[in-house]
């Protein structure tokens, strides 16, 4: 037996509302999730340079110069490090480097150069100075470096 146009179910409102909830509230989220896919892409070498100020804060400058490098035993081989020694990363990040002890510092941003690179360019506000330190995080393993710009 065939259905015919007057056999054919009541018209019911709420399906259609719930319909509509439905396809709006997974809109939303996806749109949501992509807002904080793009505004959390550095994450991870933000994380790293807040590692690394932190470790600057404590005045614990043999585990800062051990997070720049990313290996944590740098004393046990202290030969592989020869283009950025520990006197020099000293120099540049103790007391009378050009940031001084570090008593606050804030990660500000993070961006990608323009036509794509292996890493991100880090700005640390320290010290509430108004020039920023600017750190190179190699994206393949949290290496630190000095900002090309």
Known sequence: MSMTLLDAPEYDPNRDKRRRTRIISIVVLGLVILFLAWKYHNWPEEHAAD??????????????????????DW???PDKNKLYKYADFYKDWGPGGE????????????????????GVI??????????????????????LGFSPD
């Open 122 to 143: 880090v700005e640390v506000v320290v010290n509430g100075r108004y020039e920023h330190a600017r750190l190179w995080v190699e994206k393949s393993d949290k290496t």
């Open 99 to 118: 940031w001084g002890v570090v008593k606050s510092y804030d990660v500000y941003g993070s961006g990608t150069p323009r036509g794509g690179s292996s």
């Open 51 to 72: 590692k690394f100020f932190h470790a600057l804060q404590q005045q614990d400058y043999e585990g800062a110069y051990g997070l720049w490098l990313h290996d944590p």
């Open 75 to 77: 004393k046990q081989h």
